[in-house]
Nanobody, 119 residues
């Protein structure tokens, strides 16, 4: 059983920073790609950033310059460093991984972590 567990969310003032973590555990043969998404109230879930096993990254325009995705393969953990946070960054943040287990690629999602940016 594969599990993705996000952590690091919370309440932060505008202009502040947070680092989210996504720890992957279970029967993992190979994590192919991990990505961060977010969903604000009343809005669709949106892609923010992704990173491959080889550490190739890509970002949506809204994340470029303020958010940085990174990974620690030894810990099977992916991070999202978020700087200069704005109230409109308030959302539930989810991580997603495409994982190859026994030759089958499956997409897994974490349960989400709440980020609230408010003074």
């Amino acid at each position: 059983q594969v599990q993705l567990v996000e952590s690091g969310g919370g309440l932060v003032q505008p202009g502040g920073s947070l680092r989210l973590s996504c720890a992957v555990s279970g029967s993992i043969a190979r994590i192919l790609v991990t990505a961060w998404y977010r969903q604000a109230p009343g809005k669709q879930r949106e892609f923010l950033a992704g990173i491959t096993r080889g550490s190739t990254t890509n970002y949506t325009e809204s994340a470029k310059g303020r958010f940085t995705i990174s990974r620690d393969n030894a810990k099977s953990t992916v991070y999202l460093q978020m700087n200069s946070l704005k109230p409109e960054d308030t959302a539930v943040y989810y991580c997603m991984s495409d994982i190859n287990t026994a030759g089958t690629v499956t997409t897994y999602w974490g349960q989400g972590t709440q980020v609230t940016v408010s003074s």
